[in-house]
């Protein structure tokens, strides 16, 4: 992986990260003890140092230099555990699993109808073709008889 695509991948995970924050799909975690909890706070004033440092950047070199510290935090932070999924994430994935299982039944009945649909139409068809040997039939006993097709009324469809 050259520099650039290394450097570019850096600030997409960066972004990404801000965004999942600030969407409260991520959520910081701070442990109960005293000791754990002030490493915590640091980790994560770094990463908030990090997160304005790369807002306010103005050149792609500081974005680089602060995307690639923020992550060294981040992924500092997710090791230790300080980092979790957040409720906003889980209502969201729960509200799609709903979603996904009212489209399951919807297509279920989908099928069936398609399946009914399917057997009516087969019916119909082998219904049709019986009236039209029927139909045909009933043409040769009138030619038969002498009787022109056409001069035969028909009923109105």
């Not at 450097?7 to 969407?23: L, S, V």
């Not at 002030?38 to 306010?56: D, G, P, T, V």
């Not at 690639?68 to 209502?91: D, F, P």
Request: proline share 1%; charged share 35%; with cysteine.
């Amino acid at each position: 992986m050259n520099e650039n695509t290394k450097a570019t991948n850096e600030i997409e995970q960066a972004e990404t990260f801000i965004q999942r924050m600030h969407d409260m799909e991520l959520v910081f975690k701070y442990p109960e003890i005293r000791e754990d909890k002030m490493r915590a706070l640091a980790i994560s004033q770094k990463i908030s140092e990090n997160i304005f440092n790369y807002s306010e950047a103005t050149s792609i070199d500081s974005k680089k230099e602060y995307a690639r510290s923020m992550l060294y935090y981040v992924n500092s932070a997710y090791t230790r555990g300080l980092i979790e999924v957040g409720e906003s994430a889980i209502t969201k994935i729960s509200g799609l699993e709903n979603d996904n299982k009212l489209l399951q039944d919807q297509l279920n009945e989908c099928e069936e109808q398609n399946s009914r649909l399917k057997e009516a139409n087969e019916k119909l068809q082998k219904e049709n073709s019986r009236l039209e040997k029927l139909n045909e039939a009933l043409h040769q006993t009138i030619d038969r008889f002498g009787a022109k097709r056409n001069s035969i009324p028909r009923e109105e469809q």
